[in-house]
């Protein structure tokens, strides 16, 4: 049964920095997508990074060119998501998933989902 289990988040002041990571397991995920997700109070889910198992490509979308960073680690199966410099409207429950479509990170669809981990932006 695959899992994708999230942790790192938590209550932090704007200017701090946090790394979350993803646990995957339950298979191997060679060939998968693997992406980082956020949902903000009232939004909907927006892409923020995605990275390639294998080759280790990384997207990104707009808002999290410069401060995120999304990394994978083949040996701990895990996919980490670095934030720098959080903003208030960073605030937001965040998402790791794996796909194996064909098709742009950001839109693709994903076949897994992990619960989530809230991160909280004070000033």
């Known amino acids: 049964q695959v899992q994708l289990v999230e942790s790192g988040g938590g209550l932090v002041q704007a200017g701090d920095s946090l790394r979350l990571s993803c646990a995957a397991s339950g298979r191997t995920f060679s060939a998968y997508t693997m992406g980082w997700f956020r949902q903000a109070p009232g939004k909907e889910r927006e892409f923020v990074a995605a990275?390639?198992?294998?080759?280790?490509?990384?997207y990104y979308t707009n808002f999290a060119k410069g401060r995120f960073t999304i990394s994978r680690d083949k040996a701990k199966n895990t996919i980490d998501l670095q934030i720098n410099s959080l903003k208030i409207e960073d605030t937001a429950v965040y998402y790791c998933a794996a796909g194996h479509s064909i098709g742009s990170p950001a839109t693709m669809n994903y076949d897994y989902w992990g619960q989530g981990t809230q991160v909280t932006v004070s000033s």
């Open positions: 990275i390639y198992w294998t080759s280790g490509t990384t």
